[in-house]
């Protein structure tokens, strides 16, 4: 009987320390979590505080000799159209430029 008391009561110590260790081990692992999420919030607020880049710009084209003279002409079809150009203006005012 006294025998059975003992093992009883190393069991119950034994068990309170398991638990106690359970508990702690825990406690550490939710420490753990914590500071874990709490440098991946400080990460998004960093991130949120940071000035948005610059968007991207498309490059100015740079006018060519061809895309100038396809202009010009097209400006001088339109004016002889609208009657601004007699067929004799435009066709020396093309020849200019074609020139």
């Known amino acids: 009987m ?3 008391t003992a093992t009883a009561t190393s069991r119950a110590v034994n ?6 260790a359970l508990r702690s081990q ?3 692992t939710a ?15 960093a991130a949120l505080q940071q000035p948005a880049p610059a968007p991207a710009l498309a490059p100015t ?6 895309s100038n003279l396809l202009a010009q002409l097209t400006q001088l079809a339109q004016l ?3 009657g601004a ?3 004799d203006e435009f066709q020396l005012a093309k020849a200019k430029l074609l020139t």
């Open 61 to 66: 084209p740079i006018p060519t000799p061809q």
């Open 2 to 4: 006294i025998s059975g």
């Open 15 to 20: 068990n309170a320390t398991d638990q106690k």
């Open 26 to 28: 825990q406690e550490q």
């Open 85 to 87: 150009l007699t067929d």
């Open 80 to 82: 002889k159209e609208a």
């Open 31 to 45: 420490a753990i979590q914590a500071q874990a999420d709490l440098e991946q919030v400080k990460a998004q607020m």
